[in-house]
């Protein structure tokens, strides 16, 4: 079992940056690929980043390629999700989430979800 908690969402004005953690029990954390996902309001789940289990293999959503940084700190059982240049459309809940396969990008192989946190950037 892996359970994972996010934090660091709030409220942001356009252009500006938030870095989201995301901390997790359980002994596999160091073989889990791990992800971040976002629903915006109304819209369905989207992936967002994705990074394989040691951390060096990374890949992106293409609309926050150049502007989001996936990255873990498995000593930490952490995984964090900075944002840079935010925009508008970047408001939404963000939910971290484990994979029991070392990377996936298919949200159906992500096993563990957090509760999400809310990121809202105002214009």
């Known amino acids: 079992q892996v359970q994972l908690v996010e934090s660091g969402g709030g409220v942001a004005q356009a252009g500006g940056s938030l870095r989201l953690s995301c901390a997790a029990s359980?002994?596999?954390?160091?073989?889990?690929?791990m992800g971040w996902f976002r629903q915006p309001p109304g819209k369905e789940r989207e992936i967002v980043a994705w990074i394989n289990s040691s951390g060096g293999s990374t890949g992106y959503a293409d609309s926050m390629k150049g502007r989001f940084t996936i990255s873990r700190d498995n000593a930490k059982n952490t995984v964090y999700l900075q944002m840079n240049s935010l925009k508008p459309e970047d408001t939404a809940v963000y939910y971290c989430a484990a994979s029991v396969y070392s990377m996936t990008t298919i949200a159906r192989n992500y096993h563990y979800w957090g509760q999400g946190t809310q990121v809202t950037v105002s214009s």
């Open positions: 359980g002994r596999t954390f160091g073989s889990n690929g």
